[in-house]
C-alpha cells in the first residue's frame, strides 16, 4: 500500500514520490518484489496516462 505521498515543484518540474509499503507496513526487501513491484507500477502509469491522451 502507499504509506505516503509527497508532491514538490522545482521550479517548473514536479517530483511525486511515493512511499510504498507490503502489507504489515514493512519495507519492500526481496529484489524480486521490488523489480513486480516496478514494472506494475510503471504499467499503472503509461496506462493511465494513454487513456489521459486518448480524450
Do not use: C, N
Amino acid at each position: 500500500y502507499i504509506a505516503s505521498a509527497v508532491i514538490a515543484t522545482y521550479g517548473e518540474q514536479v517530483v511525486d514520490t511515493f512511499y510504498v509499503k507490503d502489507m504489515f507496513g514493512l519495507k519492500f526487501h526481496s529484489a524480486t518484489k521490488q523489480k513486480t513491484l516496478d514494472r506494475r507500477l510503471r504499467a499503472a502509469i503509461t496506462a493511465g496516462a494513454e487513456r489521459a491522451e486518448a480524450k
